[in-house]
């Protein structure tokens, strides 16, 4: 078999895993189909585009699973992390970048390597040899999806994903929205004013609520079916699922006081978080939607602050695939039925840019110690890392599996610790303090 791995795919996992392969010292090529062959979702062929949101959500490594992620990605020379850091944007606790330099420094940064090539063409079959790792994300081509098909037997799994729109700034009513992240969270201020706030009351929530329920919304092919991913469902179907949901969610009016009217406790609140290191742009938190392009103008503009909102990007609606992974992957995310092929991202049923780069990360060393005909240890189940990956080949059930989020319900207990809410701040503290240190443990290995 060659030396050279194989990266298709130059999405979050991707990059991470040609950095990653790279750095230890092995020839990559990394191919992508962009801009060649375009998707739904994204605008242009830099590696490492956002198309989603421009957050990778929480930063704090002792109290959240996410955030310790960060830190374990950080502590491996991640790409994806250090050229966040350099693009960072005020989001309160959150690590929230510019998304269209970030992308570009990604791609230039790979390219800067002299073991990394970056091809652009379509891959539509999987290569019986070769060190390969497929990181093709949720919107895998549909030639490549029926090659995966066909080799693993199984239909791949599918749900559905939205995108939240975009506004620009300088059409949002400030004499009704203010500046505030919640509970003033953040160490500098600009950190405490990060999140851009519209209040509504009672009634105002009520209307948008019935206008949203009665927008025309995006309609499915016959044999599809919406199978949607928790964590990111559309406006909608959370609204289906109850008046008060969105106002629980997204929507939420805890830790804010309207300078505007600080006596009135507002009923709920919409978000919008920076998008761009210009501040000229910014999206509606947690307001991906389905609704048609029409209905979302006239429904999101009954958001006070908003009835004049200009929009850079409406949101949208798109399949997504990826593989039952318990029964399809070993431990080390290689095909059962072919192992010359590795899956790593979003692909392989992690949801979030975080958790793909992640995976992304484990499958670039993994493929990189095979090659240099390294033994590599099991990644220690009780890092994030190793419980993400424990979950994903093998720990879920597969029968009920779908794409998942990195969280501490996947972590072994720590014995001896209280449970329930009273006790979970001396837990997440001791997951994450046992997780940093078996995490590097098995770095030491690489060095």
């Known amino acids: 078999m060659t030396k050279t791995l194989h990266i298709v795919g130059g999405g979050m996992a991707g990059s991470e895993a040609a950095w990653q392969a790279a750095h230890l010292g092995v020839?990559?090529?990394?191919?992508?189909?962009?801009?060649?062959?375009?998707?739904?979702?994204?605008?242009?062929?830099?590696?490492?585009?956002?198309?989603?949101?421009?957050?990778?959500?929480?930063?704090?490594?002792?109290?959240?699973?996410?955030?310790?992620?960060?830190?374990?990605?950080?502590?491996?020379?991640?790409?994806?992390?250090?050229?966040?850091?350099?693009?960072?944007?005020?989001?309160?606790?959150?690590?929230?970048?510019?998304r269209e330099p970030f992308a570009e420094t990604v791609t230039a940064r790979l390219k800067a390597l002299p073991n990394v090539t970056v091809s652009y063409e379509e891959i539509t079959d999987l290569p019986t040899d070769g060190h390969w790792i497929f990181a093709t994300g949720p919107l895998?081509?549909?030639?490549?999806?029926?090659?995966?098909?066909?080799?693993?037997?199984?239909?791949?799994?599918?749900?559905?994903?939205?995108?939240?729109?975009?506004?620009?700034a300088d059409s949002i009513d400030m004499s009704k929205a203010w500046m505030q992240s919640r509970y003033d969270k953040g160490e500098t201020e600009e950190e405490r004013t990060a999140y851009l706030n519209c209040p509504m009351d009672k009634d105002q929530y009520e209307a948008f609520i019935d206008a949203l329920l009665a927008a025309d919304k995006t309609e499915f092919h016959e044999g599809e079916t919406a199978g949607y991913f928790d964590g990111c469902l559309p406006i909608e179907v959370m609204a289906e699922r109850g008046r008060e949901t969105l106002r629980h969610g997204p929507m939420k009016p805890v830790g804010l006081t309207n300078p505007h009217q600080p006596e009135v406790k507002a009923h709920a609140v919409v978000q919008l978080r920076r998008d761009n290191a210009l501040g000229t742009l910014f999206n509606i938190v947690g307001f991906?939607?389905?609704?048609?392009?029409?209905?979302?103008?006239?429904?999101?503009?009954?958001?006070?602050?908003?009835?004049?909102?200009?929009?850079?990007?409406?949101?949208?609606?798109?399949?997504?695939t990826?593989?039952?992974?318990?029964?399809?992957?070993?431990?080390?995310?290689?095909?059962?039925?072919?192992?010359?092929?590795?899956?790593?991202?979003?692909?392989?049923?992690?949801?979030?840019?975080?958790?793909?780069?992640?995976?992304?990360?484990?499958?670039?060393?993994m493929a990189a110690a095979e090659i240099l005909g390294r033994d590599l240890p099991e990644v220690p189940q009780d890092s994030a890392m190793g419980a993400l990956i424990h979950h994903i080949t093998g720990g879920a059930e597969a029968k009920t599996f779908q794409p998942m989020n990195v969280n501490f319900g996947l972590f072994r207990p720590v014995d001896g610790l209280k449970g329930g809410r009273r006790g979970r701040k001396d837990r997440y503290k001791a997951y994450t303090d046992r997780a940093k240190a078996a995490w590097q443990d098995w770095l030491a290995i690489f060095s």
């Not at 029926?146 to 995108?163: K, P, V, W, Y």
């Not at 070993?330 to 949801?351: C, H, Y």
């Open 322 to 365: 990826f593989l039952n992974s318990p029964t399809l992957l070993d431990n080390q995310m290689r095909l059962k039925s072919r192992p010359n092929i590795r899956f790593a991202g979003q692909i392989t049923g992690v949801e979030g840019y975080v958790e793909s780069a992640a995976m992304g990360l484990l499958a670039g060393r």
């Open 288 to 320: 991906q939607t389905k609704m048609k392009y029409g209905a979302q103008k006239e429904v999101l503009r009954m958001i006070p602050g908003l009835e004049n909102a200009s929009f850079a990007r409406l949101g949208g609606i798109h399949r997504n």
């Open 27 to 98: 020839d990559v090529v990394l191919h992508e189909m962009r801009p060649k062959v375009e998707t739904f979702a994204h605008q242009t062929g830099n590696l490492g585009e956002m198309v989603c949101s421009n957050s990778f959500r929480s930063d704090d490594d002792e109290q959240n699973a996410v955030g310790l992620l960060h830190w374990e990605m950080r502590a491996a020379n991640g790409l994806i992390m250090s050229t966040a850091e350099q693009h960072r944007l005020p989001a309160g606790g959150a690590l929230a970048v510019d």
């Open 140 to 168: 895998t081509s549909a030639s490549l999806g029926q090659a995966i098909q066909r080799q693993t037997g199984a239909e791949a799994l599918a749900f559905f994903d939205a995108i939240a729109p975009i506004i620009y």
